[in-house]
């Protein structure tokens, strides 16, 4: 059984910085994608970055909104994906998951709220 525990959300004011975290437990592949979702209300879940992992090797992927402003990284060693965010914005709104996709599997974590105030 695979599970995703995030942490790190919370209220921050324009311009200011958060880290999630999100550690996975359970069986975990050395080829697998983790990844962070958005979604706020009214909108439809949205992925905002993502990190591939296959073998020794890997890649990541930003949506265009956050690139330069926030950073996606793993540790392997613990199973563990963070979400560095930068320069937030009142747009940034949003409950924030953590996905973990391997084998055909696709696996979420509970969500944790990130509010931006103006």
């Known amino acids: 059984q695979v599970q995703l525990v995030e942490s790190g959300g919370g209220l921050v004011q324009t311009g200011g910085s958060l880290r999630l975290s999100c550690a996975a437990s359970?069986?975990?592949?050395?080829?697998?994608?983790m990844g962070w979702y958005r979604q706020a209300p009214g909108n439809q879940r949205e992925l905002v970055a993502s990190?591939?992992?296959?073998?020794?090797?890997?890649?990541?992927n930003y949506v265009d909104s956050v690139k330069g402003r926030f950073t996606i990284s793993r540790d392997n060693a613990k199973n563990t994906v963070y979400l560095q965010m930068n320069s937030l914005k009142p747009e940034d709104t949003a409950v924030y998951y953590c996905?973990?996709?391997?084998?055909?599997?696709?696996?979420w974590g509970q969500g944790t709220q990130v509010t931006v105030s103006s």
């Open positions: 996905k973990l996709d391997q084998r055909g599997y696709s696996y």
């Open positions: 990190s591939t992992r296959a073998g020794s090797t890997g890649s990541t």
């Open positions: 359970g069986i975990i592949f050395n080829a697998n994608v």
